[in-house]
C-alpha cells in the first residue's frame, strides 16, 4: 500500500511540473489517503502484536 501512494505522489508531482494540477491534486489526494491508511494498518498491527505477546 505504501508502494501505490509512492506511487501516486510520483504521478503528482510529474502532473504538476507539466501543467497538469486536476491530474496532480487528485493523484496528491489519492496519495495522501492511502499513506494514512498505511498509517492506519501499521498502528493495529503494532498493537495487535502487542497484545499476542503478553
Do not use: C, D, E, P
Not at 17 to 40: D, E, W
Amino acid at each position: 500500500m505504501l508502494y501505490y501512494a509512492l506511487v501516486f505522489l510520483v504521478v503528482a508531482i510529474v502532473a504538476g511540473v507539466l501543467g497538469f494540477g486536476g491530474v496532480a491534486g487528485a493523484s496528491a489526494g489519492v496519495a495522501q489517503v492511502l499513506f494514512f491508511l498505511f498509517l492506519a494498518f501499521l498502528l493495529i498491527s503494532i498493537m495487535f502484536n502487542f497484545t499476542r505477546k503478553v
